[in-house]
C-alpha cells in the first residue's frame, strides 16, 4: 500500500504556511480515496478541529515542541546534516515519523527537519527572498541569512523531492543551490477551499467595515510596503474624501511604525487595522473589498491574489518575479517602488466602475482554471514520481 506523511510543525496563526499545508491536506483526500495511507503528526492542539474534517488518522506528537526546540538549536548551530541524522533518534517528533512507518513525509513549512530526518522526505521552497531581497532585514539581520542558507542549501540537497511555487521559484533553487531538477517540482499556490464558504452570519456586527474599501491582508514586515501604500493612498485622499483602507494582520512587528505613519499622514480615521482575521471570516472581507492592493516585494508567487479571484474581488499586485505569470492578466500589476505609480493605481479602483467588473470576471474566471482539483492532480502525480524513485533506488 502506498502511504505519506504529512508533518505539521506550524500553528494555524502562521499565516501562507498554514494555507498552504489546508491545500496540501485536502488535495491527499484523493490519494486515500485511490486506496493510499495517509498520516498526519501534529503539534498544536489548534490542529484538532482542522483535523477532524479529514479522513486521516492524526497524531498529536506529545513532545512535539521540544522537538521543534531541538531542531531549530541544530539548524541555528549549522549542524551538518550527516550529524543531524546520526542524533536524530533523540528527538521525540523523529521517533513519532519513524513508528508511523511512511514512505515518505511531507514537510509544508520548510522545516529544518526536512534534512534532519533520516527517511524520506519531501521539503517545500515557498522562497529564497533571503538572498533576492537582502536588503529586508526580516530576512538578513541577526544570522537570519546565514541561517536560511544553511536550512535551504540542506534542505535542497537531502530531500528526496523539493515542492515549489512557480517556474522562477525552481530556476531560483537551482540557481542558489544545484540540484536535480528533476526532483524540483512546481505546484503552483492555490486559494485555500474555505475561502469559498460563506462567511459567519455575525460578520457585520464583529467587523463594522467602511461601504468602500481597499483591503490588504498581510503581517507587518517592512517587505510588505505598507507605508508606501499608505503615501499613495493619502494623495488619492486629496481628491476621494471617502478612501478608506483595511489591513488585516497580527498586531506585531512593524504594527506600530505602519499606524504611526497613517496618523503622520493624517489618513488615521480612513485606516481600519482589525488584528488577525480567523479563516472563517476571510473571505467576508474580499468580498466587500472594492478591491485588494498588495504592494509586496516578496514573491515568486504570493496567495492573497488568489483568495481575492476565488471570491469575486479585483486585485492589483507588485508586479514582481512571478506574479505576473501567476494572475496571468486577471490583476492590475503596479511597482511597488513607486508611490506614483501605486497613487494611480488605486485613483483607477476607486474610480472606474467598469475596469473592476472587468477584474472581478478575469479573477473568477482565473479561478476556475486552476483550483483544488488542479493542485490535487499535481500533488499526486509528483508524489507517485517521487515514491516510485525511491522504490528503484532501493
Known amino acids: ?176 543551490y544545484g540540484g536535480d531538477a528533476e526532483k524540483i517540482f512546481v505546484l503552483p499556490y492555490i486559494a485555500p477551499a474555505y475561502i469559498t464558504l460563506p462567511e459567519p452570519t455575525d460578520f457585520d456586527q464583529k467587523y463594522r467595515l467602511p461601504s468602500k474599501f481597499l483591503f490588504y491582508p498581510a503581517q507587518f514586515w517592512e517587505h510588505k510596503n505598507h507605508r508606501r501604500l499608505l503615501d499613495a493612498a493619502a494623495r488619492v485622499a486629496t481628491r476621494h474624501a471617502d478612501v478608506h483602507l483595511v489591513f488585516a494582520g497580527g498586531h506585531g512587528h512593524q504594527y506600530e511604525q505602519v499606524k504611526a505613519h497613517a496618523n503622520t499622514l493624517g489618513i488615521a480615521e480612513r485606516v481600519m487595522f482589525p488584528g488577525f482575521v480567523p479563516d472563517a471570516y476571510l473571505s467576508g472581507f474580499y468580498r466587500r473589498a472594492r478591491a485588494l492592493v498588495m504592494p509586496t516585494f516578496f514573491g515568486p508567487t504570493n496567495i492573497p491574489p488568489l483568495e481575492a479571484f476565488a471570491c469575486g474581488c479585483p486585485a492589483a499586485v507588485s508586479n514582481i518575479y512571478a506574479m505576473p505569470e501567476q494572475t496571468k492578466g486577471a490583476a492590475l500589476l503596479f511597482d511597488p517602488l513607486s508611490s506614483d505609480d501605486i497613487e494611480r493605481t488605486i485613483e483607477l479602483l476607486w474610480t472606474d466602475d467598469q475596469l473592476c467588473e472587468q477584474l472581478r470576471v478575469a479573477g473568477l474566471d482565473h479561478a476556475k482554471v486552476w483550483g483544488q482539483d488542479q493542485f490535487a492532480h499535481v500533488l499526486i502525480k509528483n508524489l507517485d514520481a517521487t515514491r516510485r524513485d525511491l522504490l528503484m533506488l532501493n
Open 1 to 176: 500500500m502506498k502511504s505519506v506523511g504529512v508533518f505539521l510543525g506550524i500553528s494555524p496563526s502562521s499565516g501562507g504556511m498554514f494555507q498552504y499545508a489546508q491545500s496540501l491536506l485536502e488535495a491527499l483526500r484523493q490519494y486515500a480515496a485511490s486506496g493510499a495511507r495517509v498520516e498526519i503528526a501534529y503539534v498544536e492542539a489548534l490542529w484538532e478541529p482542522i483535523l477532524a474534517k479529514y479522513p486521516y488518522r492524526a497524531s498529536r506528537v506529545a513532545a512535539g515542541r521540544a522537538g521543534l526546540r531541538l531542531s531549530t538549536l541544530l539548524l541555528v548551530a549549522r549542524v551538518p546534516a550527516w550529524l543531524c541524522k546520526k542524533l536524530s533518534s533523540l528527538n521525540p517528533v523523529t521517533r513519532v515519523l519513524r513508528s508511523l512507518h511512511c514512505d515518505m513525509w511531507i514537510f509544508p513549512a520548510q522545516d529544518a527537519l526536512t534534512y534532519q530526518i533520516p527517511f524520506p522526505a519531501i521539503g517545500t521552497v515557498h522562497d529564497l527572498m533571503h538572498r533576492y531581497e537582502s536588503r529586508f532585514p526580516e530576512v538578513s539581520e541577526s544570522g537570519r541569512f546565514k541561517i536560511r542558507e544553511h536550512r535551504f542549501g540542506n534542505l535542497v540537497r537531502h530531500a528526496s523531492a523539493v515542492l515549489v511555487d512557480s517556474q522562477l521559484g525552481k530556476e531560483h533553487v537551482i540557481e542558489s
